[in-house]
C-alpha cells in the first residue's frame, strides 16, 4: 500500500481536486452574498467546452483557460438575470442552466465540430500541476478568498449582502450590486474549473462535468460557506477518487461500476450525518 | 436552503387565465430561442418546425412515438408535481425511475411462465412503485430528519442508482456481452397501441388513470389539502394541527412511486427486459413537464404531449437539425417558465 502515496499520486489528487475546489469557492462566494447557485454544474461544463473551443482555435492552453472563466463569466450573466432582475426561483433556474448547459454543450459541440460525444484534440496541460496556471488559480483563490471575505470592501459588501441587506440599504448601497460582483467572480472560478477538466485531459467530453458542481454545492453547505474549508472538503473528495483509480489499478477486485459511486455515496454520507445546515447559512440566501 | 422562495414561486395565483398565461410566454420564448438556433445551424426556422408538425401528424410511427414519449413524461411530471405541491423539488425522479425500470424488469421475468396478465401486471407496478417510492423516501428521510437538500441528495442518488442498475446488470442481468436482460413472462407485457409500429402501449391508460387519481386526491381529499397546505405554508400547516415532518415524507414516497411506475411505459409496454439507460432522461425532463404544467394533473398532461411533441418530434428531423436542439431547448422551456411566472403576477398586480 505504501507505494500508493507517491507524488504522482499528489499530483492526481490535486489534478481532481481542482475542478471541484474552484467551482466550490466560486458557489460559497456566490451564495454569501445571497445567491443560490445550483447552476455550477452548467458554469463546469460551459467552462469546459468553451476551454477546447478556445484552445482549439488559438492554440494555446492559456487561451483556454480565459475561455472558460468567459464562459462561467457568461452563465453567471443569464444566472443573475433571470433571479435577480426577473426574480425567478434560484433553485429552478439553476436546475435549468444545468439541462441547458448538458444539451447546449452536445449541439455546439455538433454544430463546430460534427461530433456527438468529443471534442477534437487541444493544446493542453497535461499532467504537470507546477505548470498549470488553474492549479495556482486554485490555491491563491484558497488563501486570498477568505481574506477578501472580511478585509475588502468587496467582501464586506457581499456579506452584508448575504446577511443583512437592509443594512446596505441603510447605506445606500443596492443589495444586487455586491451580488453581481460577487457571483461573477465566483462565475470566473468556476469556469476556470470547468477549463481545468477539458485541459488536464485534452480535450472536451459530452457530460464531462458529470455532476462535480452538485457535489461542490454540497461540500460548500458542509464547510458551512467557507470558501477556503470548501476547497480543502472538496480535496478530500478528490482523495476518495485518486485512492479509487489506485486500486482500479492495481487491481484489488472492487468492481469499477461501484468504485466510481464513491464521492456521491460519501456526499450523500455526508450529508445524512453532518445534516444539510452545517453552520449557518447566510441570512438572506435565496430571498430578494 | 431556498425553501422560502420556492413557496413563494409556487403560491397558486387563483387565476386560471394568468397561469395559461405564464405557460403560453415560456413556450412562445422557447419557440423563439429554438429559431434562432436553428438559424445559427443554418436552417430556415419555418422549414423546420413546420417538417416537425407534418411529420409527427402525417405519419402515424411519429403520432405513436409522441405518445410513447408523453406517457412516460406525464407520469415523471406528475412525481415532479406531486412533490413540488408539497414545497419540495424533486429533481431524484431520474434515479426514481431507474429504479423502477430495475425492479419492473427483475418481477417479470423471475415470475414464473403461465403468470396470468391480472396477478402478472399489477405485481411489476406494484414493484416498481415500491422501488421508486424507496429511492424518493430517502430523499425525504434525509430532508425532514437532517435538513438536507433535497435537490442535492436527489442528484447523489440518481448517479447512485444509475450505477448499481449498470452493475446489476452487468454480473447477474445482461445476458452475455450484451446490455439487456432476459425478457419479462408473455403475461406481464403490456399490449400494444400499433400505430404503424412505434413503441406506443397501453402504459398510456395506466398514466391517465395516474392523472386522475392525483387530481381527485389534490382537489377532494383531506390528504391532498394537507400537502399542498405544508407546500404554501409550513409554518401554518405546523399551526393547524398537520405533522409537515410526516406529509414531507410521504410526498417524497408518493413522488418516486409514480416516477417508479414511469417503468411500465419502458419495460411491460416496449423493451420487456431490463435494458441500460432505458427511458434514461425521462425523469429530469419530467421537471420541465411539472414546471410548464404549473404543477396541476391537468397542465401536467398538456406539458407531457407538448414536451413529447418536442421530443419525437426533434427525432423526426434529426436528419434537418441535430437533435441535441431539442435537447436544449427543453431547458429552455423550464428557464422560460420559472421567469414568467414571476413577470405574469408582478404584472397583475401592478
Known amino acids: ?288 | 436552503m431556498g425553501e422560502r422562495s420556492l413557496v413563494d414561486w409556487l403560491r397558486p395565483s387563483a387565476n386560471l387565465k394568468r397561469e395559461l398565461e405564464a405557460a403560453l410566454i415560456a413556450v412562445l420564448f422557447a419557440v423563439a430561442i429554438g429559431s434562432v438556433l436553428m438559424l445559427i445551424a443554418g436552417k430556415a426556422p419555418g422549414y423546420v418546425w413546420s417538417q416537425m408538425l407534418i411529420r409527427t401528424f402525417s405519419d402515424s410511427y411519429w403520432t405513436g412515438q409522441l405518445l410513447y414519449k408523453a406517457t412516460g413524461l406525464a407520469l415523471t411530471g406528475l412525481a415532479v408535481a406531486l412533490a413540488l405541491d408539497a414545497g419540495l423539488f424533486n429533481i431524484g425522479a431520474e434515479g426514481q425511475l431507474t429504479a423502477g425500470v430495475l425492479a419492473c424488469a427483475v418481477i417479470g421475468t423471475s415470475l414464473p411462465e403461465s403468470t396470468p396478465a391480472i396477478l402478472a401486471i399489477p405485481l411489476c407496478l406494484a414493484g416498481a412503485a415500491a422501488a421508486g417510492g424507496l429511492v424518493g423516501g430517502v430523499i425525504g428521510v434525509l430532508r425532514v430528519t437532517r435538513d438536507a437538500h433535497e435537490v442535492i441528495t436527489s442528484i447523489m442518488l440518481n448517479a447512485i442508482v444509475a450505477g448499481l442498475a449498470l452493475y446489476a446488470g452487468n454480473t447477474v442481468l445482461f445476458k452475455g456481452g450484451t446490455t439487456t436482460g432476459a425478457p419479462i413472462v408473455e403475461g406481464a407485457r403490456l399490449p400494444q397501441l400499433g400505430f404503424g409500429g412505434s413503441s406506443a402501449s397501453v402504459a398510456i391508460v395506466i398514466a391517465i388513470l395516474a392523472i386522475a387519481l392525483v387530481w381527485w386526491l389534490r382537489s377532494s381529499t383531506t390528504i391532498g389539502q394537507a400537502w399542498r397546505a405544508v407546500g404554501r405554508d409550513p409554518d401554518a400547516a405546523r399551526s393547524v394541527g398537520i405533522d409537515v415532518a410526516k406529509v414531507r415524507i410521504f410526498a417524497m414516497v408518493g413522488s418516486g412511486a409514480l416516477a417508479g411506475i414511469a417503468a411500465a411505459n419502458f419495460v411491460l409496454g416496449h423493451k420487456h427486459a431490463f435494458e441500460e439507460g432505458l427511458g434514461r432522461g425521462t425523469g429530469l425532463l419530467g421537471i420541465s413537464v411539472a414546471l410548464l404544467g404549473r404543477t396541476h394533473p391537468a397542465g401536467v398532461a398538456i406539458a407531457a404531449l407538448l414536451l413529447g411533441f418536442l421530443s419525437s418530434g426533434g427525432l423526426a428531423v434529426a436528419d434537418i437539425v441535430p437533435k441535441e436542439l431539442i435537447e436544449m431547448l427543453q431547458g429552455v422551456v423550464v428557464l422560460a417558465v420559472a421567469c414568467a411566472g414571476p413577470y405574469v403576477r408582478r404584472k397583475a398586480v401592478a
Open chain 1, 1 to 288: 500500500m505504501s507505494d500508493v502515496f507517491t507524488l504522482a499520486f499528489l499530483a492526481q489528487l490535486i489534478r481532481i481536486a481542482v475542478p471541484y475546489a474552484l467551482a466550490a469557492m466560486g458557489g460559497a462566494i456566490t451564495e454569501r452574498s445571497g445567491v443560490i447557485d445550483l447552476a455550477l454544474e452548467a458554469k463546469l461544463l460551459f467552462g469546459a467546452f468553451a476551454a477546447a473551443a478556445f484552445a482549439h482555435s488559438t492554440g494555446s492552453a492559456y487561451a483556454g483557460v480565459a475561455g472558460g472563466m468567459m464562459a462561467g463569466v457568461a452563465v453567471t450573466g443569464v444566472q443573475l438575470f433571470c433571479s435577480l432582475r426577473l426574480r425567478a426561483d434560484q433553485v429552478i433556474v439553476g436546475v435549468a442552466l444545468n439541462v441547458i448547459a448538458l444539451g447546449g454543450t452536445r449541439f455546439l459541440l455538433q454544430l463546430i465540430y460534427h461530433e456527438g460525444a468529443n471534442s477534437p484534440q487541444v493544446p493542453a496541460f497535461g499532467h504537470d500541476v507546477v505548470t498549470n496556471p488553474i492549479v495556482w488559480l486554485a490555491f491563491i483563490a484558497a488563501v486570498a478568498l477568505p481574506f477578501a471575505l472580511v478585509r475588502t470592501r468587496w467582501g464586506l459588501r457581499l456579506r452584508a449582502a448575504g446577511d443583512r441587506p437592509d443594512s446596505l440599504v441603510t447605506v445606500g448601497v443596492a443589495p444586487s450590486n455586491p451580488r453581481i460582483y460577487a457571483a461573477l467572480v465566483g462565475g470566473a472560478l468556476t469556469g476556470a474549473g470547468g477549463a481545468q477538466l477539458t485541459l488536464s485531459v485534452g480535450g472536451f467530453v459530452a457530460d464531462m462535468s458529470g455532476g462535480r458542481g452538485y457535489i461542490a454545492l454540497a461540500m460548500v453547505i458542509l464547510a458551512g460557506w467557507r470558501p477556503a474549508l470548501a476547497a480543502v472538503a472538496c480535496a478530500g473528495i478528490a482523495f476518495a477518487e485518486a485512492f479509487n483509480i489506485q486500486l482500479q489499478v492495481s487491481d484489488v477486485g472492487i468492481p469499477n461500476e461501484l468504485a466510481q459511486l464513491v464521492p456521491y455515496v460519501l456526499t450523500l454520507l455526508v450529508l445524512a450525518i453532518a445534516g444539510g445546515k452545517h453552520g449557518k447559512p447566510p441570512r438572506s440566501l435565496g430571498k430578494l
